[in-house]
């Protein structure tokens, strides 16, 4: 693979990859999301059916709730035993491992979110007290269900509210924090200057993000440029994007990793596309893998295989995660 990876050195890397025959999970993040193969090719159909008897999608299975939650939605409830965190974080793990909205697990996470946006039912997480919990709290939920199913009606008129958000805080072409404060006024009734809520926000973007190709280009241009370039990140990561940091410990590698997959989909017009992947390019191994380190303790990422206690897994998950990235970058 060449210094800065082409998208033809991802896909040969990841057929590359799959004739070792890898676990279950990494064989259909290759196949679905790299190599991108139809729906019935008979190696992802393989694959898929496998993912059942991996350990990583029995412990979601365990401690998933009888009304398809995990719990909390949102905030961690540290005196829980349970190893799941949030429904939030479930459901990332479960797309991370390569589930689908189909599987069951998702399926009633599907059903439980839905309800939650829709104000139907109820989560266990602490309310604020603040006139911003509300329309956060719809936020959390209605993100969470775009990434298992960005098309379902529950999201219609949140996605909606979002979408009117942004485009008047980008009214004049570029973010105004002035306009977006008083679009929420008039919209949500929501203080939210300085706040978690500001449009920047990972859980906006993902919403945003989840149907990008609904949004008037140059709209999603401005939102890409805004915070790949003028801002100091995504909101809950805190992480510049413009330029790389000169060293990542594995906290700000995640931050930063996380922070580029949730700006993948506002397109190539990102100003952080460039020196994201001359830093891949630059920070792999000599047989053109990727060993980011260990990972950290809060990620839904990884790990992908069974086990990194065999030689290479933890590159090989690693490598999948940057090639699936890069994918969506590159195309």
């Known amino acids: 693979m060449s210094s800065r990876p082409t998208r033809d050195d991802v896909r040969a890397l990841a057929i590359e990859i799959l004739r070792g025959k890898p676990d279950p999970a990494v064989r259909v993040r ?19 059916a496998t993912l059942d008897d991996s350990g ?24 829980s ?50 006139d911003r ?8 939920a209605a993100a969470t269900l775009s990434r298992i199913d960005p098309q379902h009606s529950s999201l219609d008129s949140v996605w909606d509210l979002w ?16 306009q977006e404060a008083a679009a929420h006024v008039d919209l949500t009734g929501a203080s939210v200057r300085g706040t978690y809520l500001v449009l920047c926000n990972r859980y906006a973007l993902l919403l945003l ?13 401005a939102i890409a440029f805004w915070v790949g370039r003028d801002r100091d990140g995504i909101g809950y990561y805190g992480l510049p994007l413009g330029s790389p940091p000169d060293e990542l410990t594995p906290g700000l590698l995640e931050r930063f ?3 580029h997959e949730v700006l993948a989909p506002f397109g190539a017009g990102a100003a952080a596309t460039g020196p994201l992947v001359d830093w891949l390019g630059e920070h792999r191994r000599p047989d053109g893998l990727w060993d980011l380190g260990p990972r ?32 969506r970058w590159l195309d």
Request: glycine content about 6%.
């Open 30 to 48: 290759l196949l679905r999301d790299v190599l991108r193969v139809g729906r019935d090719d008979e190696r992802l159909c393989a694959a898929r």
């Open 56 to 79: 990583h999608v029995a412990g979601l299975r365990d401690e998933q709730r009888a009304d398809g939650s995990w719990g909390r939605l949102h905030s961690r409830d540290t005196r």
């Open 81 to 130: 035993p349970q190893l799941v965190k949030t429904t939030e974080w479930a459901v990332e793990r479960a797309l991370a491992l390569g589930l689908e909205a189909s599987h069951p697990l998702l399926a009633a996470a599907c059903v439980h979110l839905a309800s939650v946006v829709e104000g139907q039912a109820a989560v266990s997480d602490p309310a604020e007290r603040n």
């Open 133 to 140: 919990w509300a329309t956060g709290l719809r936020l959390f």
């Open 163 to 178: 979408h009117e958000i942004a485009r008047r805080a980008f009214v004049g072409g570029t973010y105004d924090p002035d």
């Open 209 to 221: 993000g989840a149907r990008a190709e609904l949004m008037d280009a140059e709209l999603r241009r």
């Open 257 to 259: 990793l996380q922070s």
């Open 296 to 327: 950290v303790s809060w990620t839904s990422q990884l790990p992908l295989a069974e086990s990194w206690r065999r030689a290479d897994a933890r590159a090989v998950d690693w490598t999948v995660r940057v090639l699936a990235l890069l994918t």
